[in-house]
């Protein structure tokens, strides 16, 4: 079983940055690839970006110039930086992971973590 934990997320003014983690563990681990989406209140969730086992990313058109993605050395964490928060960007995060690499189709992906917060004030 793999298990997933995003963390942070937070409070923060329009204009700020965070690192968002998604730390993955469990027996089965090694070979995932990593997916963000996010799901603004009121909306569905939308794909953010993605990374495979070999460290090939992705991130949507509409963000790629504010969030990117990376890993850690072990491949035991994924990081989504997010800069120049917007308040359209208030949603809540999440990774989701599986041994197939399954680009923006949220419906496919094996794992899921629990979500981290991002709220932009104006």
């Known amino acids: 079983q793999v298990q997933l934990v995003e963390s942070g997320g937070g409070l923060v003014q329009a204009g700020a940055s965070l690192e968002l983690s998604c730390a993955h563990s469990g027996r089965g681990r090694n070979g995932l690839a990593v997916a963000w989406f996010r799901q603004r209140p009121g909306e569905e969730r939308e794909f953010v970006g993605g990374?495979?086992?070999?460290?090939?990313?992705r991130v949507s058109d509409s963000l790629k110039d504010r969030f990117a993605i990376s890993r850690s050395n072990a491949k035991e964490i994924v990081y989504l930086q997010v800069n120049q928060l917007k308040p359209e960007d208030t949603a809540v995060y999440y990774c989701?992971?599986?041994?197939?690499?399954?680009?923006?189709?949220?419906?496919?992906?094996?794992?899921w973590g629990q979500g981290t917060q991002v709220t932009v004030s104006s």
């Open positions: 989701a992971a599986d041994w197939v690499y399954n680009g923006p189709n949220s419906l496919v992906y094996l794992f």
């Open positions: 990374i495979t086992w070999r460290n090939n990313t």
